[in-house]
């Protein structure tokens, strides 16, 4: 079997005219935004990221506590439960690198220690002091991603002066923080964090501009079911996919590398026409 971290070379969006990585999503929780409790057991998550894989997912993000607006933090602990049994599953059977969604360096390490391969914080690596230090000393990739405030207030009334300007400042400095703590620069990715703390309107400057990130290191951008596509549309989040196929489609054009996505083979399917009209 390969090195994952082989099969983790970002292509160059719109440059070379490679496809994004899409990157499959999950949850292993009962209260996440769009599919909570689908998949809460093992056993019903390893099956989920089988087909996943099975659609094309270049990756499995496995997470165990939900972020959605007024989610009430896990301890370590409870996290670990939740989501180790799930990663060892998957990195035995999936064949594809396996990250776990976590702010905690604790999980994030048991993960590693079960065979993940990348750490999405969506704090940024700020939740947990000890995370930049985990990654750099692992050598694994580490997506930072921009969120205002925590999960249980970011939606009370967020504010920006210029949100595209702040979140790429925010962004910088960490990827500058997580240098300083030795992780490698090829192995930092960034997020704008789409609904994290942010109106509709400020989720669509992001992607509209999008490639104001390029240079910080290759764009993850998670906007599929998002609330803010279903505010435009007025579709409930079971009947978001042609909203979030939208989405992931701009964002690839404005530069996203890796796209998070609920339903991958769509996503491979409209990749696939995209650049071939394109």
Same mark, same amino acid.
């Given at each position: 079997?390969? #090195?994952?971290? *082989?099969?983790?070379?970002? +292509? %160059? ?6 496809? +994004? ?5 999950? #949850?292993?929780?009962?209260? @996440? ?24 997912? =270049? ?6 506590? @939900?972020?959605? $607006? ?18 060892? &599953? ?8 396996? @990250?776990?969604?976590?702010? #905690? ?15 999405? *914080? ?12 985990? /990654?750099?000393?692992?050598? /694994? ?13 970011? %939606?009370? =009334? $967020?504010?920006?002066? #210029?949100?595209? /300007?702040?979140?790429? =400042? ?9 240098? %300083? ?7 930092? !990715?960034?997020? +704008?964090?789409? /609904? ?12 509209? %501009?999008? =490639? ?14 998002? @609330? ?19 989405? &992931?489609?701009?964002? !690839? ?24 009209? !394109?």
């Amino acid at each position: 079997m390969p #090195n994952p971290l *082989d099969l983790l070379r970002v +292509p %160059q969006p719109m440059i070379s005219g490679g496809l +994004p990585l899409v990157m499959g999503i999950v #949850n292993v929780t009962p209260d @996440s935004f769009s599919d909570g409790g689908m998949h809460e057991s093992a056993e019903a998550a390893i099956a989920h990221g089988l087909k996943l894989v099975a659609d094309g997912a =270049d990756i499995l993000d496995v997470g165990g506590e @939900s972020t959605r $607006p007024g989610a009430l933090p896990l301890t370590a602990e409870q996290e670990q439960a939740r989501v180790i049994p799930v990663v060892r &599953g998957l990195v035995a059977e999936c064949g594809v690198p396996v @990250s776990i969604d976590t702010r #905690n360096a604790a999980t994030a390490q048991a993960a590693l220690d079960a065979g993940a391969r990348i750490v999405n *914080d969506v704090s940024a690596a700020t939740h947990d002091a000890a995370m930049l230090k985990l /990654c750099a000393e692992r050598k /694994c990739v580490l997506v930072l991603m921009h969120m205002k405030g925590e999960p249980t207030t970011m %939606q009370q =009334d $967020p504010k920006y002066e #210029n949100v595209v /300007c702040e979140v790429r =400042d925010y962004l910088a400095a960490r990827v500058e923080a997580a240098e %300083q703590a030795g992780c490698r620069r090829e192995m930092l !990715w960034v997020d +704008p964090g789409f /609904c994290f703390g942010k109106t509709p309107e400020h989720n669509f400057a992001l992607v509209k %501009q999008l =490639d104001a990130l390029k240079g910080l290191g290759p764009i993850v951008l998670g906007a599929s079911r998002k @609330s803010s596509l279903g505010k435009l549309t007025g579709r409930p989040v079971e009947d978001r996919e042609p909203e979030s196929l939208a989405a &992931g489609l701009v964002g !690839w054009l404005k530069g996203a590398a890796v796209l998070r996505v609920h339903e991958v083979g769509w996503m491979k399917r409209a990749l696939m026409v995209a650049q071939a009209l !394109w």
